[in-house]
Each structure stands twice: as C-alpha cells, then as structure tokens.
C-alpha cells in the first residue's frame, strides 16, 4: 500500500487550481463536439454535449446536454453551427441564469472550463489547418515535411532538428 499525500493530487477537474478559483455561485461545463457518420448514407452527425461539472462524476454520463446539432450531407461550416452556442455561452458567463428561493433572487453565472476534441475535429472547430497538413501544429510553426509512407504520404514533424517557433495568441488568430 502506497502512502501519498492527496493534497496535490488532481483527480478530477474540480480538484484544479482554476476550478477552485471560480466565482461562488457558479456552474461550469465541459463540451465535446464530434463528427459522427450515419451509417453508410454520407450524411454526418455533429452533437454539441455538455456535462455538467458540479454534478458527481458517476451523475455526469447520465446526465449529457445536447446544446446543438448539425445535421446534413457535409461537415458543418463552424463559423454558422457555433456561433449561436459561443454568444449564448458568453452570456451565460457574463450574466447567468437568475433563480429565486422564496423572496431570494439568486445569479449563477456559467462558465465553459474545457473542450474536448479529437484532432480532426479539433482543426475544425479552432478553423485551422488538419495537424496533418503545412502548419498544422496549433502550438508552433513547425511547417512539417512530407515523407512517404507504404503507397503514400505522411506529413512528420520532426521537433528534434527544428527550433520551432511557439504561435503567439495573435498568430493563432490571424493563421
């Protein structure tokens, strides 16, 4: 049997330094978004879940919230399938929901705390390049380099030659 000091151990995400420094009062939430295909029609499946971070973890896989849905035969144009979502997100954040106990009106604020996205889905919803393509790294600007693999091609990008350049929140956005 081990014996660890649980103090620094992050088991679950409202363990976190910024969970803990979130506002009272408040709800925060997890999102995924993914491409799902329907059978063998062509026609994609796009679900915006939310999970509910203050509820217990074994409560949370019960309890997912469809916030939207893209329906059609091809991959939804982010900037139209999200932008209803981030404003009414934003929203939520800045003026919340307001309740009443008795004569008590209550403001909960809610604040989205992550996204979680395969890679693919990841380049869609972020509006960059596939990771596999020239740049595709969010997080530098390493260009990649084309190498051939069985029949065809892969895009490696090799971090031990390359001093590569880290992308600034102003090149992210701009790229």
């Known amino acids: 049997k081990l014996n660890r000091n649980t103090s620094d151990l992050v088991s679950d995400i409202y363990d976190g330094i910024l969970y803990k420094k979130q506002q009272c009062n408040s709800l925060s939430l997890n999102m995924n978004c993914d491409g799902l295909p329907i059978f063998k029609s062509g026609v994609s499946l796009w679900p915006i879940q939310l999970v509910l971070n203050e509820l217990p973890p074994k409560l949370r896989k019960r309890n997912i919230i469809l916030a939207g849905l893209w329906f059609g035969p091809t991959k939804p144009s982010m900037f139209t399938f999200l ?12 003026n ?80």
Not at 83 to 94: G, H, I
Not at 101 to 122: H, N, P
Request: glycine content about 8%; some cysteine.
């Open 83 to 94: 932008k209803p979502f981030a404003e009414e997100m934003q929203n939520l954040a800045e």
């Open 96 to 175: 919340g929901i307001k309740w009443k106990i008795g004569d008590e009106v209550i403001t909960t604020k809610v604040f989205l705390s992550l996204c979680a996205l395969d890679s693919v889905a990841r380049c869609q919803v972020s509006n960059m390049k596939q990771f596999n393509g020239e740049y595709g790294c969010g997080l530098c600007l390493n260009k990649g380099e084309r190498v051939q693999k069985g029949k065809g091609h892969v895009r490696i990008y090799n971090h031990n030659d390359v001093t590569e350049q880290k992308r600034t929140d102003e090149q992210l956005r701009s790229h």
